[in-house]
């Protein structure tokens, strides 16, 4: 028995309608640049380009090679090169295409229609000739009925806030960390420049009552004592030098530097002028504005962001409880010629799923990141009190130091102490004992004004507070 079998032209034309082809477009990916700007839902902020996943993106970095070997660097020139270099902060700011892509994704509205289409050019007719091909076309589209899609936006434009703050609060926590390892590099200088002069007096020290004690004008004593002081201070040069070359290879790391490349530095924390912050009149209205300051930090702002999102999708889970309808045109034609033209509808009955546990582990969610945020905030606050009480306090003892010998003009003191021996006003354990107490003295001054240092940076990082305020020149 043969089967005539009909071939339909509009169907077919139906479905390549449905089926359209879908372009892709590649872009190369540029790191962010820093300081990128928060995002609101009610922006409409467009999502950044596709990317090529096909080819890893080359982010051509500033080499240590390009800093001038024959000039200083500045602690600005430090700054910039770590927010340019940092192979930490290169990484987080990727987090920002991310976000845009999932954006992107959420203000994509979901319009895919699906098709359905059921040819039957066999039939089996037991009474009756032979009938017409049967077949069907089922188009339906899902249609959400409360506003999902706004909500969606809504939670992906707060992620990408909560992403873009986050990279500016990394970038917050990389520019204290620079300025604590410059202080610290200037700090190790400063002690490791102390103990070459100490040494460097003992050795001529040492080698004039050599000369004395085969003149017969020294005792064999004060010779030995002096030797041994001169092998103490060789050690505390070495380890001045060590920790020194320590503390520049953590700044160069930081820096994203080789640890062989030259980073000569300017400046030594003496020449530093610290100050109070700007219209800064009584402690208390001072530390007022840094607590202001320090609810406004990018950790701060993300957790608010954080919480955003948070309701959008607790919105999402109680709009998820209205089920979504699918509708759309039907054709039929039936065995016996008859042809059927309607409407179809579809929706999910929710008798037992009713979405009710979704959104009240929405809402769990969305009362967790308040208490979050909130406690951040206040934290944020004791944070920015306790660093500004710690840099008060070592403003004041470095202001009421009255030290004012330093490592430049240390020897002139340690020889004036040597000519009084050689005039025999004092003797050899007089002079130890003063040469002792005079380098712990600048020692003393030396760790007041690194803690004088710390301190502002710890400032920095606890309210975001510019570097700008607390010293007098930024080169």
Not at 94 to 114: E, R
Not at 201 to 216: D, F, I, M, P, V
Not at 351 to 359: A, F, H, K, T
Not at 455 to 465: D, E, F, K, P, Y
């Amino acid at each position: 028995m043969l089967t005539q079998v009909r071939f339909l032209n509009w169907p077919c034309a139906l479905l390549l309608l449905c089926c359209g082809c879908r372009s892709t477009e590649t872009a190369r990916l540029e790191p962010p640049a820093p300081g990128l700007s928060h995002v609101t839902a009610d922006e409409g902020v467009p999502p950044s380009p596709r990317p090529d996943f096909a080819a890893a993106p080359d982010i051509e970095l500033t080499s240590a090679e390009t800093i001038d070997e024959s000039r200083t660097t500045s602690l600005a020139q430090c700054i910039s090169l770590s927010l340019a270099q940092n192979p930490d902060l290169i990484a987080i700011r990727y987090n920002d295409f991310v976000g845009s892509a999932a954006l992107g994704v959420a203000q994509t509205y979901p319009f895919n229609p699906s098709v359905q289409v059921q040819v039957t050019p066999w039939q089996d007719a037991q009474v009756g000739g032979q009938g017409s091909t049967s077949h069907y076309v089922l188009l339906m589209q899902t249609i959400q009925l409360a506003h999902q899609q706004q909500f969606r936006e809504e939670g992906a434009a707060s992620t990408l806030n909560s992403i873009r703050w986050n990279i500016h609060q990394a970038e917050l926590l990389n520019v204290a960390q620079t300025e604590r390892l410059y202080f610290n590099v200037l700090y190790m200088r400063g002690i490791h420049e102390l103990a070459q002069a100490s040494h460097e007096n003992n050795q001529r020290l040492l080698r004039t009552l050599e000369k004395q004690l085969e003149a017969g004008q020294a005792s064999a004593a004060d010779v030995a004592i002096v030797r041994v002081d001169a092998r103490s201070t060789q050690q505390q040069m070495r380890l001045a030098q060590a920790n020194h070359q320590t503390a520049l290879r953590d700044l160069k790391r930081q820096l994203g530097m080789s640890p062989d490349a030259l980073l000569p530095l300017d400046g030594d924390l003496k020449s530093l002028p610290w100050k109070m912050p700007s219209g800064s009149g009584e402690n208390e209205s001072v530390a007022t504005d840094l607590s202001s300051r320090a609810w406004s930090r990018p950790d701060v702002m993300a957790a608010q962001a954080d919480v955003d999102a948070a309701r959008a999708g607790m919105c999402l889970a109680h709009a998820g409880r209205t089920p979504d309808l699918q509708v759309g045109p039907y054709y039929q034609r039936g065995a016996d010629g008859m042809t059927f033209l309607g409407l179809r509808a579809q929706m999910d009955l929710p008798v037992i799923n009713s979405g009710q546990p979704l959104e009240q582990q929405r809402i769990a969610e969305l009362n967790q990141r308040m208490t979050v945020w909130q406690q951040l905030q206040r934290r944020a606050g004791l944070e920015a009190e306790a660093a500004w009480e710690r840099y008060r306090q070592a403003l004041d003892a470095v202001t009421e130091d009255a030290t004012d010998i330093g490592p430049a003009n240390l020897p002139q003191e340690l020889q004036s102490l040597e000519q009084r021996l050689l005039e025999g006003e004092v003797d050899v354990v007089r002079v130890v004992q003063a040469r002792t107490s005079l380098i712990q003295s600048q020692r003393a001054h030396l760790d007041l004004l690194n803690e004088l240092a710390q301190s502002a940076a710890n400032l920095i990082a606890s309210t975001g507070l510019p570097l700008e305020e607390l010293l007098d020149v930024l080169e």
